[in-house]
């Protein structure tokens, strides 16, 4: 008898052990996420101000871009970028064929990785601070235009995005030929989505921003 409940003991021993460290693990899963969740909101808070050290006059520039990624970075492209601005380029070549003039238009195609030299210079041209708005640091939008939020960023500097704005821009000139013209709105008709379509085109109306100077 004393063996069995010495045996029991021993289980009940074991399973409390056994659900500590159950209980252990999940917390610091739990404090991991919470960490890892607040330094990405940490990250993405802010807005960006980016000084051209080189103009006496409206050399503040403000964006939506948030902390993290308010720095030189945001000017340099590096090799393995460009490998992927190419090869996103192919793809919509060859699935959108009436895209190939829109894509040339766009300069895409001649991406290139950023110097050595030019980091160095862009390191000294510019200057870079987080603040909590644009608006609080006086910057203001004129009316009927907006700053894009880092999404909207994000894709206009994308390929997608350069090709958007080129397509959009070779269907509205009317000096082209009617062919070139109808082949860019087939290019947005087959490639792109309507809200794709809209921000290509309020970015070129100059109603939706990437950056706005300070006044």
């Known amino acids: 008898m004393k063996q069995i409940l010495l045996g ?12 500590s460290g159950e209980e252990v693990k999940k917390e610091e899963e739990n404090k991991q996420t919470f960490y890892l969740t607040t330094f990405y909101l940490v990250r993405q ?7 051209n050290t080189s103009l006496t006059s409206n050399n ?17 492209v590096t090799q393995a970028e460009v490998n992927v601005i190419l090869n996103e380029a192919r ?20 991406s290139k990785a950023t110097t050595v030299a030019n980091i ?18 006086g910057f203001q939008e004129a009316s009927g235009t907006r700053l ?10 994308s390929v997608r995005g350069k090709i958007a704005k080129a397509a959009k821009s070779i269907s509205a000139n009317t000096f082209l030929p009617q062919a ?12 792109f989505k309507d809200w794709e379509k809209d921000l290509a ?15």
């Not at 919509?92 to 195609?109: A, H």
């Not at 070139?180 to 490639?191: G, I, K, P, Q, V």
């Open 8 to 19: 029991f003991s021993m289980i009940l021993f074991l399973a409390s052990c056994f659900e």
């Open 45 to 51: 808070s802010g807005n960006c101000i980016k000084t």
């Open 60 to 76: 503040q520039f403000c964006s939506r871009r948030p902390l993290g990624v308010c720095n030189v970075n945001q000017l340099i």
């Open 91 to 110: 793809i919509i070549q060859s699935r959108t064929v009436d895209c190939q003039e829109s894509i040339l238009q766009s300069g895409v195609l001649s």
């Open 120 to 137: 160095d210079s862009f390191k000294s041209q510019y200057t870079f601070r987080v603040v909590e708005t644009c608006e609080l640091e």
């Open 148 to 157: 894009a939020n880092f999404t909207e960023i994000q894709w206009l500097e």
């Open 180 to 191: 070139n013209r109808d082949r860019a709105n087939s290019c947005l008709n087959l490639e």
């Open 201 to 215: 085109q309020g970015n070129i109306d100059n109603k939706i921003l990437v950056e706005i100077v300070h006044p």
